[in-house]
């Protein structure tokens, strides 16, 4: 029987340096019109500047923005931001969104 080498294999999306102390974020943005969109990423910054590009591919981003950062939560796992980000969604709620995590601080036109 011939020994195979191991095989080092990278996930699409992950780095090599990625370690213990990275952070996921659940996150909120907010457009002129009032429009909300819930996402999850492990840097804001960089998922900010991508939502509010003109060459967007994201349809919805692209024609609804300009975004702005209304509210954030950590999260030490990429899948405990995915399952927040889930029941965020799941409450299909604007109103429970500016109730529960925006403390009714974010008026808008749509209100």
Do not use: C
């Not at 996921?24 to 900010?48: C, E, I, K, M, S």
């Not at 409450?91 to 925006?102: C, F, H, N, V, Y």
């Amino acid at each position: 029987m011939v020994e195979q080498p191991a095989v080092n294999r990278r996930v699409v999306g992950s780095s090599p340096t990625f370690g213990a102390n990275s952070m996921f974020w659940v996150y909120v943005l907010q457009n002129p019109l009032g429009r909300l969109y819930v996402g999850h990423t492990d840097d804001l910054d960089a998922r900010l500047l991508r939502h509010n590009r003109a060459d967007n591919r994201s349809t919805y981003t692209r024609k609804n923005g300009p975004w702005e950062l209304v509210w954030k939560e950590p999260h030490p796992t990429r899948g405990a931001a995915m399952a927040r980000e889930q029941h965020i969604k799941g409450m299909k709620s604007a109103a429970w969104i500016r109730r529960e995590l925006l403390d009714g601080r974010v008026p808008t036109r749509r209100d």
